[in-house]
Nanobody, 123 residues
Framework: QVQLVESGGGLVQAGGSLRLSCAAS????????MGWFRQAPGKGREFVAA????????SYTGSVKGRFTISRDTAKNTVYLQMNSLKPEDTAVYYC????????????????WGQGTQVTVSS
């Protein structure tokens, strides 16, 4: 059974940085895609970024391009989301998710999810 555990969230001032981690276990992730989504209060779950386990493909939503970087460490079975130049509108619960197959930005395409980690950006 796939297990995803996020960490690294917290409170940061606007302009600051945070690095989220997602530790994955329960299977071999070759051929899988790892994604980060976020959900702000009163809003739906939004795609943030995704990476193929091979590392050859990445995708970002427009609002985070140039500020966020997704990466993975296959030896540690861990995916990271480096978030720089954070803005108050980045405040949300951030979720890690995984799926077999090509990258998609649709949350419904990801069957396995972590519990989420809170990111709060103060102005």
């Amino acid at each position: 059974q796939v297990q995803l555990v996020e960490s690294g969230g917290g409170l940061v001032q606007a302009g600051g940085s945070l690095r989220l981690s997602c530790a994955a276990s329960g299977r071999t992730f070759s051929g899988y895609v790892m994604g980060w989504f976020r959900q702000a209060p009163g809003k739906g779950r939004e795609f943030v970024a995704a990476i193929s386990w091979s590392g050859g493909y990445t995708s970002y939503t427009g609002s985070v391009k140039g500020r966020f970087t997704i990466s993975r460490d296959t030896a540690k079975n861990t995916v990271y989301l480096q978030m720089n130049s954070l803005k108050p509108e980045d405040t949300a619960v951030y979720y890690c998710a995984t799926r077999l197959g090509p990258i998609t930005t649709m949350s419904s395409g990801f069957p396995s999810w972590g519990q989420g980690t809170q990111v709060t950006v103060s102005s």
